[in-house]
């Protein structure tokens, strides 16, 4: 299957989520909410990686690679706090859209030090996306 397939099987999980997580933090603190998402996030992600037989390249990773894996961990779980607590104060309606302006910030990244080519149909679409979240917030 296509990278555009699993694109769109993340945005759906990432609307069930937006929702599901609005009604898992009422009365809950942010934090621990997060907390006890991460572990079923990793109980389940192991439990796939080990079914799969994936764990047997754990020794030949390189040391750039977990590193980069790591960062990419702790960016992950600011944004799930950041998500969380965003969500226990507002909306999902309106939290969800500018939790999306992560978008045009990869954009940005990925051009700049991915190297990544852009075009102006790829840019306008971007700011198209901006301009609607910004537009939920009122």
Do not use: C, N
Not at 69 to 90: E, H, K, N, P
């Amino acid at each position: 299957m296509s990278w555009l397939f699993y694109a769109l099987l993340s945005a759906a999980f990432a609307a069930a989520t937006a929702i599901l997580a609005k009604v898992g933090v009422e009365g809950v603190p942010s934090t621990l909410a997060t907390a006890l998402r991460t572990v079923v996030i990793l109980a389940f992600a192991w439990g796939i990686a080990l079914a799969r037989g994936e764990h047997h390249t754990l020794p030949t990773l390189s040391r750039r690679t977990l590193i980069f894996l790591a960062l990419s961990g702790v960016a992950t779980g600011l944004s799930w706090l950041a998500y969380f607590r965003a969500l226990q104060l507002g909306p999902a309606s309106r939290v969800a859209p500018i939790d999306k302006l992560s978008l045009a910030l990869t954009l940005v990244l990925a051009v700049t030090f991915l190297k990544e080519p852009w075009s102006w149909k790829l840019v306008l679409g971007v700011l198209l996306m901006v301009a609607g979240a910004l537009l939920t917030l009122k």
